[in-house]
């Protein structure tokens, strides 16, 4: 299949608008009374510290409660009333009855200091039914492959653990903490600046064809251009991935047919409007699109991410699976 970034666009955009207005929310066209600066260049200027904290509370997938139904906009407010509290006042007890080693206290999170925005009932907003399409037979196996050898060794720990790459999922999706983007322009470039590993982005704008397709890249091969106050970036030229983060359940495979649509719609002078479409058939059975806000937040600060300092995880869940194995060896003499 191939992806068309403006009618991908122009399609989201609408069906974006429909759901936004059928909720009774009306920000999303304020763009129409506000215009943002325009650069040297011919750019709108983006920069600034871009936060999704707030769609952290937003469920992936849509609830069974709204199964066939468009929720109102008190049902959704009070959706993610519900799920921000319980995930707030979700306290771990201590270790008399752990089965782990617990997790950190909320106030670690940043979403423990933010407000939850009632912006949508789920990420996904295509396919229709906002669920995730099904994995192919493929993507399974390289799920239950990571699930029994994740351990074997550094090489098949998943990516953001051995501090590679989170991805572009793992970057720019909603997700525990650190979810301040850092977004710097100069003359024909866009660079998002992501916490977690230093992961950077460099999108050329209006640079042409895109790399060789025999050179594969973590992240992919990024093309950005704008479209009035759009920035859409195409992303081709994936490097094949087992193990990488992923939305969903487990972590199905990054392939190399994969290609990745993503917009930015300013709303208004604090608001983006951020879309990500993925299309990787050897992964999923359909392409699907998940939409969430960006809000500026000047006061956030991006700190130092020394993700292989005191990285004492790797050497732990390695050397314990060794002993694992070596229990599972000797139970069986």
Not at 14 to 28: D, H, K, P
Not at 57 to 82: H, N, Q, W, Y
Not at 119 to 130: K, S
Not at 251 to 272: A, S, V
């Amino acid at each position: 299949m191939r992806i068309n970034p403006t009618e991908i666009a122009k399609t989201l955009i609408n069906q974006i608008c429909a759901v936004v207005c059928t909720l009774g929310f009306s920000t999303f066209l304020s763009a129409q009374d506000w215009q943002p600066e325009i650069l040297s260049d011919g750019q709108p200027n983006i920069t600034g510290m871009w936060n999704n904290v707030g769609a952290t509370a937003t469920p992936l997938e849509m609830p069974a409660e709204f199964d066939g139904k468009v929720p109102t906009a008190d049902e959704v407010a009070d959706l993610i009333s519900r799920r921000d509290e319980a995930r707030k006042g979700n306290v771990w007890d201590g270790f008399e009855n752990s089965q782990g080693v617990g997790a950190y206290e909320n106030y670690w999170f940043d979403w423990y200091w933010s407000d939850a925005v009632a912006d949508a009932p789920a990420l996904i907003v295509d396919p229709p039914n906002g669920q995730l399409p099904a994995y192919t037979a493929e993507a399974q196996e390289a799920i239950r492959l990571n699930v029994v050898h994740e351990h074997d060794s550094a090489a098949t720990v998943e990516a953001g653990d051995r501090c590679l790459s989170r991805g572009v999922f793992g970057m720019m999706m909603p997700t525990a903490y650190n979810n301040g983007k850092l977004i710097i322009q100069s003359p024909g470039y866009v660079m998002i600046h992501s916490e977690m590993i230093h992961n950077a982005r460099i999108i050329p704008i209006d640079a042409g064809d895109h790399l060789d397709e025999r050179i594969k890249l973590w992240e992919g091969d990024a093309r950005g251009h704008w479209e009035g106050n759009t920035l859409i970036i195409e992303s081709t030229n994936f490097k094949y991935v087992r193990n990488i983060r992923a939305p969903g359940r487990g972590n199905p495979p990054q392939n190399e047919g994969r290609k990745m649509i993503e917009t930015f719609t300013f709303e208004d002078e604090n608001t983006l409007r951020y879309t990500l479409t993925v299309d990787d058939p050897l992964t999923y059975e359909a392409p699907w699109t998940v939409a969430f806000p960006y809000l500026k937040d000047a006061e956030y600060k991006q700190y130092e991410y020394a993700c292989h300092e005191g990285n004492y995880a790797m050497e732990t869940r390695l050397s314990g699976a060794r002993v694992e194995e070596r229990g599972i060896a000797e139970a069986g003499r």
